[in-house]
């Protein structure tokens, strides 16, 4: 009993890291430039598309890994460049569409190169699993959680103890006002792309290896990882890694206890819940609106 | 204002759809033209919303998928009339869309975008796992559609049904903008808080509005149910959703006319692409950006702005 708690536990949190993950993504880039960014589900299939490529081609695995999370910033860097910049004053459902043609593009091209087969690498460290109580747990899981956690310490302290990271906090609050005080908010929005599609990546990379990857998995995983973000409050750091957890266990629960099948849909029935009940999300600040 | 200004587009219509089977070489062509004219409904459906009020449905296959399996399942396994099934269908979809609206509509932002997101998902997720009766991911056969024993099929006696469901439903859509509810909704995308300090129940109008264009996505699915004779469940997944309101912007926001063009271009598109081996995807996604950052209003607005005359359906 307790043991199978236990496992489906041990996957939530798994799964759970990687929407974390793409859920920060997420916070960010709504912070600075109020953008919801639909492709960021490509960038986390990019992280493990590109590693596998370049295994592929015989690179060691840590070059391929640093270059599968510099290419996605380079992609995401492009796509403020080129689509989002020169629409900056588009209404809103006008960028979400922008974003929404990037990701068909990114997963056609793909596709195309790689083809439409399910791909893989080998664990970071060996896939012996561990036993905790009466159940597994890979030692990808441990390198996934790991990660995730030093990611988020990173964050914490770029953003709350470098100059850099508080002029991000600074436009998200009040473009205009971070313009005045001299902050260069073209550079913001730019570093806002390139950090949210290598947090995607990063977690395609370390999840590829447990779940395997394949051209399309990135409208599922950047779904989830937005409800996370809304779970958590859209603009909460801690409430989009929160909220990530919090999705991935609940979907490994329902998955286990109630219907394997119905496993994907579970996190769009928490959302409707959510925006029902508590539509600040769980995490998320009350804000006052202004007219 | 004359009948024949008023109207001078919709007359235009109606002429181009009573000339086109001239020109129409065969089934093939029938076949796209009809797949337009729904197309041209359901987006002008989902451009109530989005363009007059301002919300955005990223589920709306969801609604559409709701109506093609009621369509489906019901004469199927129930053995009810296929208009019965259609209107129980479109009645289901009114109803979840009313449940979901309320609560969110009180809510500001873009948080319609996530929920019909979430409900668009489910639907399809339910259709593809009850495979009992929708027949799972394989689909399922759907009845012919009869009408007081006059059976509907074949893309000829298609083609004339949908034409005049589509000048019905323009004609609906023009004078619905000009009614005091249109006027309300356009307040309401310009300012909401001036609308409501005007008067302007903001919550009620949106839901109706939602619930109309859900209606609306039903009819349409249970007609292409039946028109295609089978159903599968990506006629309710999220890429038809994307599809439906890329229809709605690069035709226009709020232009009734964008939106016919939005999906004569739309789904067109396909056809001409199917060329380009694999590269459909691409391109659909790189046309879709390059309308998006150099024609953000969409193209009816912004050539009827380049040459000089002021968009027919404005103010």
Redesign the interface.
């Known amino acids: 009993m307790l043991s199978q708690f236990l496992q489906f536990l041990f996957s939530g949190i798994t799964v759970g890291a990687a929407y974390a993950l793409a859920a920060l993504g997420f916070t960010l880039i709504y912070n600075a430039p109020n953008v ?1 960014n639909f492709a960021q589900g490509e960038v986390i299939m990019l992280g493990g598309m590109l590693v596998f490529f370049f295994m592929q081609s015989g690179l060691p695995m840590p070059l391929a890994i640093v270059l599968a999370i510099a290419i996605p910033a380079l992609v995401g860097i492009a796509l403020e460049k080129l ?1 989002i910049e ?2 900056r004053d ?9 974003t ?10 793909i ?2 190169w790689l083809g439409k087969g399910a791909h893989s690498y080998p664990a970071f460290s060996g896939s012996e699993p561990l036993h905790i109580g009466g159940a597994t747990l890979l030692p990808q899981s441990l390198w996934v959680l790991g990660i995730t956690a030093l990611v988020v310490v990173a964050l914490w302290y770029f953003f709350s103890r470098t100059l850099a990271g508080k002029a991000i906090l600074a436009t998200s609050c009040n473009p205009l006002a971070a313009q005045l005080v001299g902050i260069d908010t073209q550079w913001v929005l730019l570093v806002s792309f390139a950090l949210s599609a290598a947090l995607g990546a990063i977690g395609g990379v370390l999840l590829t290896p447990i779940t395997l990857t394949s051209y399309d998995v990135g ?1 599922m995983l950047g ?1 989830k990882g ?2 996370a973000a ?1 779970v958590g409050g859209l603009g909460s750091g801690l409430g989009a890694v929160l909220g990530g957890l919090l999705v991935g266990v609940i979907e490994a629960m329902a998955a286990g206890y109630i219907s394997s ?2 496993k ?2 579970i ?3 928490l ?2 819940f959510i ?2 009940f508590m ?1 600040r999300g769980i995490f998320g600040a009350k804000v006052t ?1 202004r ?1 | 204002m004359s009948i024949l200004r008023r109207h001078h587009v919709l007359i235009i219509l109606a002429a181009v759809l009573l000339l086109l089977p001239l020109v129409l070489p065969n089934n093939y062509y029938y076949d796209i033209v009809i797949r337009m004219a729904i197309n041209a409904i359901l987006v002008l459906g989902l451009n109530l919303l989005i363009g007059f009020a301002g919300q955005i449905s990223l589920g709306h296959a969801g609604f559409v998928g709701i109506g093609a399996y009621a369509s489906a399942i019901l004469p199927t396994h129930f053995g009810w009339h296929p208009l019965l099934a259609m209107a129980a269908g479109a009645t289901i979809a009114s109803a979840i869309a009313a449940i979901v609206a309320r609560p969110i509509f009180r809510l500001k932002g873009h948080y319609l975008a996530m929920a019909t997101l979430g409900l668009g998902i489910i639907t399809a997720i339910v259709i593809k796992n009850e495979a009992a009766y929708t027949g799972g991911p394989d689909g399922m056969p759907v009845v012919a559609l009869a009408l007081m024993g006059f059976e509907i099929s074949g893309e000829k006696k298609w083609y004339w049904v949908l034409a005049v469901v589509l000048l019905f439903s323009f004609w609906a859509a023009r004078n619905l903008i000009d009614s005091p509810f249109g006027r309300a909704l356009r307040a309401l995308h310009g300012s909401e808080v001036a609308s409501q300090v005007m008067g302007v129940d903001v919550v009620r109008y949106k839901v109706a509005i939602f619930v109309l264009s859900a209606f609306f996505a039903s009819l349409m699915g249970s007609v292409t149910a039946h028109y295609i004779g089978f159903v599968t469940p990506n006629i309710a997944d999220f890429f038809h959703s994307i599809e439906l309101v890329t229809m709605v912007v690069i035709g226009g926001m709020a232009s009734i006319y964008g939106s016919l063009i939005g999906a004569i271009l739309l789904t067109a598109l396909p056809q001409a692409l199917s060329t380009f081996e694999g590269w459909e995807t691409v391109v659909f996604g790189a046309i879709l950006m390059f309308c998006m950052i150099f024609m953000p209003r969409g193209l009816v607005p912004t050539l009827a702005q380049r040459f000089g005359g002021r968009e027919s359906e404005g103010d």
Do not use: H, K, N
């Open positions: 919801i689509a020169p629409a588009a209404e809103v459902v006008t960028l979400i569409i922008i929404i043609g990037a990701s068909l593009v990114i997963r056609g091209l596709q195309i409208i779904l937005f409800v809304v099948a119905y994907d849909a996190p769009f029935i959302i409707l925006l029902f539509p609106e007219v």
